[in-house]
T-cell receptor, first 111, second 110 residues
C-alpha cells in the first residue's frame, strides 16, 4: 500500500494563477480531508469528504474547491492563487475523522 | 478565538526523564481528543486518543490524562527517548472535524 500520496511536493505560483493539488489513497477510506498549516499554527481544515460524491466545508474554505468523484481521489483546486494561500497543505484519509492517515504535504508558495 | 490551546511552543527534556505536554480547550462540548506527532517534512501521525468518558488512556510509554472540569489534557511520555523529538499536536473532534492546537516542539537532550 502506498498510503496517502500527494503531488506535487513543492509548487511556486504567481498571484492569480490556478492549480490543483492532487491527493490519492489506496486504503479504501471513506473519509478524506485537506488541511493547511501556517507557521506557528495548528492545522486548519479546508474541506472534507465522508464518501464519494459528498463534500463539505471546513474552517477555512474560501478560495478553494474540492470534488470527490471516486473513493481514491480528493483533489484540491486553488481558483485564483493569492499570497495568503502560501502554506503547507496536507491531505488525510481514514475510516472516519477518528483515525486519519496523513500524506507528506505540499509546500506551496504564491508570489 | 482558539478553541484548542497549547501554550508552550517548546519543551526541552533530558533523555530518560518524563515529558509532559499540556493542552487546554474552551468548548465543553468536545468529547474526544487526539494527540498527533509530527517530524519535519512529514505529515502528522496519530499517537494516542481519549474519550471524555475516561480520564486516562495508556499505550506503552504514552499516557494521556483528561481533566474535564478544568478543560485540560496532558500527554506524558516515560521514559523520553531521542526519537521522541518532534512537534506534538493536541486536537479535538467536533462535527466530523478536527480542531488543532498550535503544537509543542519537544526536544529530548542526550
Amino acid at each position: 500500500n502506498a498510503g496517502v500520496t500527494q503531488t506535487p511536493k513543492f509548487q511556486v505560483l504567481k498571484t492569480g494563477q490556478s492549480m490543483t493539488l492532487q491527493c490519492a489513497q489506496d486504503m479504501n477510506h471513506e473519509y478524506m480531508s485537506w488541511y493547511r498549516q501556517d507557521p506557528g499554527m495548528g492545522l486548519r481544515l479546508i474541506h472534507y469528504s465522508v464518501g464519494a460524491g459528498i463534500t463539505d466545508q471546513g474552517e477555512v474554505p474560501n478560495g478553494y474547491n474540492v470534488s470527490r468523484s471516486t473513493t481514491e481521489d480528493f483533489p484540491l483546486r486553488l481558483l485564483s492563487a493569492a499570497p495568503s494561500q502560501t502554506s503547507v497543505y496536507f491531505c488525510a484519509s481514514g475510516g472516519s475523522v477518528f483515525e486519519q492517515f496523513f500524506g507528506p504535504g505540499t509546500r506551496l508558495t504564491v508570489l | 478565538d482558539q478553541q484548542v490551546k497549547q501554550n508552550s511552543p517548546s519543551l526541552s527534556v533530558q533523555e530518560g526523564r518524563i515529558s509532559i505536554l499540556n493542552c487546554d480547550y474552551t468548548n465543553s462540548m468536545f468529547d474526544y481528543f487526539l494527540w498527533y506527532k509530527k517530524y519535519p517534512a512529514e505529515g502528522p501521525t496519530f499517537l494516542i486518543s481519549i474519550s471524555s468518558i475516561k480520564d486516562k488512556n495508556e499505550d506503552g510509554r504514552f499516557t494521556v490524562f483528561l481533566n474535564k472540569s478544568a478543560k485540560h489534557l496532558s500527554l506524558h511520555i516515560v521514559p523520553s527517548q531521542p526519537g521522541d523529538s518532534a512537534v506534538y499536536f493536541c486536537a479535538a473532534i467536533s462535527n466530523y472535524q478536527l480542531i488543532w492546537g498550535a503544537g509543542t516542539k519537544l526536544i529530548i537532550k542526550p
